[in-house]
């Protein structure tokens, strides 16, 4: 490509970048005109539109280096410990800290929230949840706490060796976590991300089944830090967007590897084997839109039910209650659900997030939406 060209395109993503300045004026997905998939989102288009789902986020910017923070996920406003729900974990590729995976494998339920944070802060994420477990009403004889927190490596745009994030920053994303629209972009921990050569972040995205394929809702959350050829509904948009050096991707520190966290929330009734099942075609979502799950990434869904009949009550040994769970052949509408609200949860933390510059002068720009733009409307129609 000639040097001209390549200015001309540098000024562009700039120029168009600077028009969507903040994540309040950088549209979603949807708000920008493209539909993904064909299944209908909730009323928010958010994990959230999953009954009694909460989330949190505390953003930690602090001077020039510290671009890091935490994201909390609440299956349920009660005492999680003592109403443990089933779930699910499925791992693509496993070069990640996903800690408290190894108990929701053998057990099948989920008994503290989800945690997601920087690589070196999972230590310290998971204390806080102890903490946080052993303090709640009803809890007092409590003497095992299975934390779950995952995490991505935001180390590019954050001095991650500084590790900031302390247990009273957990704890306040806990706290703040709430029903309703849910931030998206660099806040919590997508604050420092970055994914497929732009900035990337915290996405999140919901689909409503019909009333005859059990009128059911699957919610997504996503922490974005992964590479690959960026694709939206198809289309190569990398080819377009980035330039290319003697036949190859130009390859930003950071951007070949990187990792994605996707946890996923239904109120279907379901059993842990069929949510580890839900939790796969979840991670759909990344290939979807250009990922491959690459040697240095760290690809991991966690899936649970927050339907009221499937959760273990407490000092239950012997389970007498009559449980109805979902059959597999009633699954498919749910897979389809769980990839459809993923590939959009991964565009919605491209399209939210902002510029950044971080830790020793490290830069990254958003994903310039005018040029995306200008380029999806001389597409042919499908």
């Avoid at 009221?308 to 509408?333: F, G």
Wanted: hydrophobic share 40%; with cysteine; charged share 20%.
């Amino acid at each position: 490509m000639r040097p001209g060209v390549i200015l001309f395109l540098t000024f562009q993503l700039l120029f168009f970048s600077s028009l969507y300045s903040d994540e309040e004026s950088r549209p979603r997905v949807r708000e920008f005109g493209l539909r993904v998939g064909v299944m209908e989102p909730g009323p928010l288009n958010a994990i959230t539109d999953v009954p009694g789902v909460l989330v949190g986020h505390k953003t930690l910017i602090q001077g020039k280096s510290i671009r890091t923070g935490v994201t909390a996920i609440i299956p349920h406003p009660g005492n999680i410990f003592q109403e443990k729900v089933p779930a699910g974990i499925y791992v693509a590729n496993g070069y990640g800290k996903l800690m408290g995976s190894t108990q929701v494998d053998e057990l099948g339920y989920l008994e503290t929230p989800v945690i997601l944070t920087n690589t070196l802060s999972v230590p310290v994420a998971a204390e806080a949840v102890i903490d946080y477990i052993l303090s709640l009403p009803g809890n007092e004889q409590v003497e095992s706490v299975n934390p779950v927190v995952g995490e991505t490596n935001d180390g590019w745009l954050n001095d991650i060796r500084a590790r900031v994030v302390k247990k009273q920053h957990i704890l306040e994303a806990i706290k703040d976590a709430a029903s309703g629209p849910v931030a998206e972009g660099s806040v919590g921990a997508g604050t420092g991300t970055t994914c497929f050569r732009f900035k990337g972040g915290i996405g999140t995205a919901s689909r409503k089944l019909p009333e005859k394929r059990g009128g059911w809702t699957v919610g997504v959350l996503v922490q974005t830090n992964f590479g690959g050829v960026l694709q939206i509904k198809g289309l190569l948009v990398e080819e377009y967007l980035k330039t290319k050096a003697s036949g190859e991707l130009d390859q930003t520190p950071g951007q070949e590897g990187g990792s994605c966290m996707i946890i996923v929330a239904t109120d279907a009734p379901l059993d842990s084997r069929n949510l580890k099942r839900l939790a796969k075609r979840a991670l759909l979502g990344i290939a979807r839109t250009g990922g491959y799950y690459s040697n240095g990434s760290g690809d991991y869904a966690v899936a649970f039910s927050t339907a009221p009949q499937v959760r273990l009550q407490p000092r239950e040994r012997v389970l007498t209650q009559k449980i109805e769970v979902v059959r597999n052949e009633a699954m498919s509408s749910l897979f389809q659900a769980a990839a459809e609200a993923s590939e959009e949860a991964i565009l919605n933390s491209m399209f939210k997030a902002t510029r950044m510059i971080g830790h020793e002068g490290h830069t990254i720009e958003p994903l310039p939406l005018e040029v995306l733009k200008t380029w999806l409307d001389k597409q042919p129609d499908d």
